[in-house]
C-alpha cells in the first residue's frame, strides 16, 4: 500500500512540474508577443520561420519578429517558403545594411542555401558582456517570377 501511495505521490510531483514548465513557457511567449506585437519566441534549437508570398511580391513570415530565447544557444533558424511558384535568392537571408552588418556576422553563422525554398543561419545567440533583446533587423529576399522581393523582419536575441 505504501508503494502504491508513493507511486502516486511521485507522479503526481512530477506531473506538477510540468505543468509549472508549460505555464512559464506559456507566460514567456505572451509576455515577448505583447512586447513585440506578433512576435514569436522559440525556445528550441530548431526555430522555424515560414514565409508566405502572395501577389505582387507580399510577403509574409509567420513571425516579423522571431525571439530567441535567452536560455538557447546555437539555435538554427530555417526559414521556408511554403508558397508554390517562390524561391529564395542566392542571399535570400542576410543582415540589413549597414549598421546592423557588423553586429550580425558576431552573432549569426553559416549561411546556407538549403533548397529554392530553405534558407538557414545557426544563431549563437550568446555574446558575453552583451545587453540581454538584442534586436536584428534582416532581409528576407525572395524571387516571385522574372520579379526579386524583399521584406525586412527582425530578430530579437538573448530575450
Known amino acids: 500500500m505504501r508503494t502504491r501511495s508513493l507511486h502516486w505521490l511521485v507522479a503526481l510531483a512530477l506531473g506538477g512540474c510540468a505543468a509549472i514548465d508549460s505555464f512559464h513557457e506559456s507566460s514567456r511567449q505572451a509576455d515577448f ?3 513585440f506585437a ?3 519566441l522559440c525556445n528550441s534549437q530548431d526555430c522555424r520561420v515560414d514565409i508566405t508570398v502572395g501577389p505582387n ?3 509574409t513570415p509567420s513571425s516579423p519578429t522571431l525571439g530567441v530565447d535567452a536560455r538557447i ?3 538554427t533558424i530555417h526559414w521556408r517558403i511554403v508558397s508554390a511558384g517562390a524561391s529564395f535568392t542566392r542571399d535570400g ?3 540589413e545594411p549597414p549598421k546592423d552588418r557588423g553586429a550580425w556576422m558576431r552573432e549569426f553563422k553559416n ?3 538549403v533548397s529554392d525554398t530553405e534558407f538557414t543561419w545557426l ?15 534582416y532581409n528576407i529576399f525572395v524571387n516571385q517570377g522574372a520579379t526579386t522581393c524583399r521584406f525586412d523582419p527582425t530578430i530579437i536575441n538573448d530575450y
Not at 123 to 137: E, Q, V
Request: net charge positive.
Open 93 to 95: 537571408i542576410n543582415a
Open 57 to 59: 511580391c507580399a510577403i
Open 111 to 113: 549561411p546556407r542555401l
Open 123 to 137: 544563431d549563437k545567440n550568446k555574446l558575453p558582456g552583451s545587453p540581454r533583446k538584442r534586436s536584428y533587423g
Open 33 to 35: 508577443a505583447r512586447e
Open 73 to 75: 544557444s546555437d539555435a
Open 38 to 40: 506578433g512576435g514569436v
